[in-house]
């Protein structure tokens, strides 16, 4: 299976902490994309990362792309308690679907 | 900001009988997609629709599921004879090209009795 699996597989930190979650692959990827979901709703989209890219910013998210070790971290920075959702990482490794990892689940205490 | 859109947002539905999900894909995309969260577990890869023709298929996606884009704004998924197994969140997806961002709808809440 080429899914992303996610670690850890549940976080709990405190308002204003930074989270970090990673995601590791198996086989070569054109792409990298997370997703967030709040419970119960749809899939936001959140940064694309491609195979020939390192690292890149949105906003507080930060994600790394090592492709040699075929892992992915995502990191929040400064989290708020909107933050509180589950994270997917989803690797495309060709051009018609993604496959997703079981995700992590953040908690932001306030 | 343009947005996938999925209609009903909770459908329930007798085992045996058809369901029709409705999407309508952000208006420049050309790729569609199909794909099923069962709860509490990973989201599923169901189907890719381009150019009016399937690109992929899961092995899920079986003689029971069916795709069309009836028209230029909508992209709809059939079951024909709904399981118990078949309840699940089915979410649309869009992307302008392949290798692209996926934009996923809010999803339709299937539960089949």
């Known amino acids: 299976s080429q899914q992303g699996e996610e670690d850890p597989q549940a976080l709990s930190i405190q308002e204003g902490e930074n989270a970090t979650m990673n995601c590791s692959y198996k086989?070569?990827?054109?792409?990298l994309q997370w997703y967030r979901q709040n419970s119960g709703r749809g899939l936001v989209h959140l940064i694309l990362?491609?195979?020939?890219?390192r690292e890149k910013h949105s906003g507080r998210l930060r994600v790394t792309l090592d492709t040699s070790k075929k892992s992915s971290s995502l990191l929040i920075t400064a989290s708020r308690a909107a933050d509180t959702a589950s994270y997917f990482c989803?690797?495309?490794?060709?051009?018609?679907?993604?496959?997703f990892g079981a995700g992590t689940t953040v908690t932001v205490r306030a | 900001e343009p947005e996938v859109t999925q209609t009903p947002s909770h459908q329930v539905t007798q085992m045996g009988q058809e369901v029709i999900l409705r999407c309508v894909p952000i208006?420049?995309?050309?790729?569609f997609y199909w794909y099923r969260q069962i709860l509490g577990q990973k989201v599923e890869f169901l189907v890719s629709?381009?150019?009016?023709?399937?690109?992929?298929k899961s092995e899920i996606f079986d003689d029971q599921f069916s795709v069309e884009r009836p028209d230029g704004s909508n992209f709809t998924l059939k079951i024909r004879s709904t399981k118990l197994e078949d309840s699940a969140m089915y979410f649309c997806?869009?992307?302008?090209?392949?290798?692209?961002?996926?934009?996923f709808g809010p999803g339709t809440r299937l539960t089949v009795l």
């Open positions: 997806a869009s992307s302008r090209q392949g290798r692209n961002e996926q934009f």
């Open positions: 086989t070569s990827i054109n792409n």
């Open positions: 990362i491609r195979s020939n890219e």
């Open positions: 989803a690797t495309d490794w060709n051009d018609y679907k993604l496959s």
């Open positions: 208006s420049n995309h050309l790729y």
């Open positions: 629709f381009y150019n009016n023709e399937i690109s992929e």
